[in-house]
């Protein structure tokens, strides 16, 4: 393609025809200094266009200017890591030549504005991010944040609206959803919390990498039309706080098409089984601009691409709309000239619109054309790489961050009324209300379901599985971040423990306020030294991941919400371990370090207790010992269940094992510990394992026995199932709002 | 024995059917634009979406080319099998009588559920062990099945949602009904879900059975 003069802009930028000041850097987010270096790098004013993609690039959704130089911190090397950090999606070895790649990513800020399809475009986007790397993607997993129910009833509405949004595309493109997690606390009132992670698997042989290669080749785009929605959404939404009239945000939202997806996804895997595609890779955030760059950028080369070409759902777009349009469902790939028109044959298959829409070159420069006139030009170095990174400037805070929450409990309730309470609390009651609204088996893979292993199980086509959970606690992070972040790692490595996993690698999802404020910046690097740590520890790499900053409304920032999601593969799936007790008879044991804190917990927030007041610091190796104990118990097929401790602590892991496997149980703890040892919590550490005497009894120190249609530790708690039942049942059913039928 | 298995655009449990019927027998997979049924001796549509279902589930795979093909395969006697989106598709088509409507609780569910079989006569049941129920999974927004009383005789009712268990509020528990000939059968739990006890049951597979029974013993026939 060769291009005349650049026929708009070298002045600076005015109003558009259409009178909108989409020109103003200031208003697209970018500081004045960041405006004069980009006029010095490119020894003039940019354009609307070019300054519409430097807006884009150089937002902190797309640059992490403010998270770069602290995420070199995590550690990501390993010895089953095929793609780490830098790709679509991580890719992990999971032997037969088969490898999973995954990823986590935030979709907050437009769950926030419209839940419903900010959550559904999250599920698509993740899935798009994994089919980039030549993954079939064959599970899903939200995690996700949110006001109050009792008390707000736009949180209650958000819960709704969001779980049947990611139900609505994830049901509707036949991935399962398979595992979770959803907890409430008043900091997310204005900021809700929408991660999704997915998993995709893949032949090593046919993992493919998003860089451009081979000038000449041509630029494809496939999928859906190109429209005005999700304009400005990277930059104008995700990376600002919240403030009054968010409402008139609402068109930055974009909508998702599942069938659109599916076609598309379906389209992808076949052109790469035909090995028909030289590079890959989704468009997200910024659209064209921030897929196009990233190509040339990792490709070290150039890309030409003429905007005239791409199909557009409205026909009077500005070039700079078309160039930062995040319409969902499209794809951009690299083809050889020679195999362009049976890659237009596939497509036509599957009815997948696709369009030639630019060529590779070797100038290193990103170029958009209409129709010949040169409408930008810039240096893809420049628009990529000399985006200023910041250092945070962290300074812990001098007083309580957070407010405490209304009290639940007034004080003096006997054992039995807190377990019940805790229970019944909408942070650890029942998610079946939630669950139940994602096909969880679609795929024949699942194995274990939610609700029946503390890790979600699949089964591997040689008979090996894959284990993946997904957790992140904010309350615990807030007491001590570096302590809180560490304890995610070990959970999720518990988890994957308890089914008898063990870990390949972890993808993450920082979820924080303004990293601007030295409190928020404090709690970010603690967090990532935190999850650095823990990953060390257990030798656990960072595959990728996702950061979110600027969650944060008037009233405060969020809690600080690392979330982890953690992969492991088990060796006979048939092995796969459970979360209830099975048989009368068998004995309990108490295995790992259990140090319970009452500081972020359940029961602290149900008291009234703000999150504060620091945490334990466990020991790695002891954590990492006792996690690979019990791993090879599960693996052995010795034990009847394993469940590890985390919120509600001993006393509510217990009920659960009894509710999971519908049989009670009679434990004795130690009396002096009271309600600390009862109900503090000690999250990724410690666990209750249930099995033969002899073989619980080398795992730790066996308090009691399963039988009975009671959880009974004597002098403190006596509930029968069918009351602890009824509690948990409730719990979070009671804030279900009526449906709204749309979809 | 040897059945086909329909792909539509978007649809999303049709390698599901098919590795289930592979468990009993031969199995290929049908592009809902050929008209070519590869002779096959059963025809299954697959549960999950078609075409987005946007419209209405079913709605706009009825128009598919490959569906006058199943119809004179069903209209010939062929055992054609219609699970979840595949029910609806073929009440759309006017393969089986009623109608899916929305589920009562407007949500999508994903549930086991226990279901009684009505009728140990049909091709689509005869190997199902009498009198057990069986656990297979639901998984729908639109399965609440209808029927006025004089479109549906209660022979071809098939399988119901056992006491206590119907999931959408269908129409006295059906769960599973067959036309007036004997010979199509749309049922909204899944059966190809229900094939492995790995995955959570193999209730699932008499359904699979049956067909392969049926269609050897009209072979000997």
Partial sequence: MTGRAISRGGSPPGRTSNGRRASDFRELGLTDAEYELIIMLLGRHPNEVELAMFSLMWSEHCSYKHSKRLLRRLPTEGPHVLFGPGENAGAVDVGDGLAVAFKVESHNHPSAVEPFQGAATGVGGILRDVFAVGARPIAILDSLRFGEPETSEHSRYLLERVVAGVGHYGNSIGVPTVGGEIYFDQAYEHNCLVNAMCLGLVRHDRLIRSAAVGPGNVLVLLGALTGRDGIGGASVLASAEFGEGD????????????????????????????????????????????????????????????????????????????????????????????????????????????????????????????????????????????????????????????????????????????????????????????????????????????????????????????????????????????????????????????????????????????????????????????????????????????????????????????????????????????????????????????????????????????????????????????????????????????????????????????????????????????????????????????????????????????????????????????????????????????PVWSE | MKFGVVRFPGSCDDVDALLAAERVGEAVMLWYADRDLQGVDAVIIPGGFSYGDYLRPGAIARFAPVLEAVSEFARDGGLVLGICNGFQVLCEAGLLPGALLPNLSLRFVCRQVWLDVISEYSPFTRSCPLGEPLSIPVKHTTGRYYAPDHGLADTQVLLRYAPGQNPNGSDRDIAGVCNAAGNVFGLMPHPEHAVDPLTGSSDGLAIFESIRAHVADRVVA
């Fill in chain 1, 247 to 738: 409402a008139d945000k609402r068109p930055t939202v974009q909508i998702g098409d599942p069938f659109t997806e599916k076609k598309l996804l379906e389209c992808c895997l076949e052109l790469l089984e035909r090995d028909l595609l030289a590079s890959l890779q989704d468009l997200g955030a910024a659209g064209l601009t921030s897929a196009s760059s990233e190509m040339a950028s990792k490709g070290g080369l150039g890309l030409d691409l003429d905007i005239a070409r791409v199909p557009l759902r409205e026909p009077d777009m500005e070039p700079f709309e078309v160039m930062v349009s995040e319409s969902q469902e499209r794809m951009l790939c690299v083809v050889t000239p020679d195999l362009v028109a049976e890659v237009i044959a596939v497509c036509d298959r599957w009815e997948v619109l696709c369009t030639a829409i630019g060529s590779v070159t070797d100038n290193g420069r990103l170029r958009v054309l209409d129709d010949g006139d040169v409408l930008g030009d810039l240096p893809v170095a420049v628009l990529v790489d000399e985006c200023p990174l910041y250092d945070l400037e962290p300074e812990a805070p001098s007083y309580e961050l957070y407010p405490p929450p209304a009290a639940v409990l007034r004080g003096g309730e006997a054992p039995d009324q807190l377990l019940l309470a805790l229970l019944a609390s909408p942070n650890l009651a029942s998610r079946r209300s939630v669950f139940e609204q994602y096909d969880c088996i679609v795929g024949s893979r699942t194995v274990r379901r939610p609700d029946e292993a503390d890790a979600a199980v699949l089964a591997l086509p040689d008979g090996a599985g894959l284990a993946i959970s997904i957790d992140g606690n904010g309350r615990r992070v807030a007491c001590d971040p570096r302590a809180g972040a560490a304890e995610a790692v070990y959970e999720c490595s518990a988890n994957l423990a308890c089914v008898g996993a063990e870990p390949l690698g972890l993808t993450n999802c920082l979820n924080f306020g303004n990293p601007e404020k030295p409190h928020v910046a404090w709690q970010l690097v603690e967090a990532v030294e935190g999850l650095a740590r823990a990953c060390e520890a257990l030798g656990v790499p960072v595959v990728g991941g996702n950061v979110s900053l600027y969650n944060e409304a008037p009233s405060g920032p969020i809690l600080p919400t690392p979330i982890v999601g953690m992969v492991g593969r088990l060796p006979d799936v048939t092995r796969a371990g459970r979360t209830g007790f099975a048989n009368e008879g068998d004995a309990i044991a108490l295995v790992g370090p259990f140090a319970p804190s009452l500081n972020g917990s359940e029961l602290a927030k149900l008291r009234g207790v703000a999150p504060a007041g620091g945490l334990p610091v466990m020991e790695p190796g002891a954590v990492r010992d006792a996690h690979a104990a019990v791993r090879d118990a599960v693996r052995s097929g010795a034990l009847s269940s394993a469940h590890d401790i985390s919120e509600g602590g001993l006393a509510v892991a217990l009920a659960e094992c009894c509710l999971a496997g519908d049989i009670g149980a009679t434990v004795k703890v130690r009396i002096e510990g009271g309600v600390l040892e009862l109900f503090g919590e000690a999250p990724g550490s410690a666990f209750v394992v249930s099995g033969a005497e002899q073989v619980v009894a080398a795992l730790g120190r066996i308090i009691g026995r399963v039988g009975g249609r009671s959880l009974v530790i004597p002098g403190s708690i006596d509930v029968a199932l069918s009351e602890l039942r009824a509690a948990r049942d409730g719990g979070l059913l009671q804030y279900a709002s009526s």
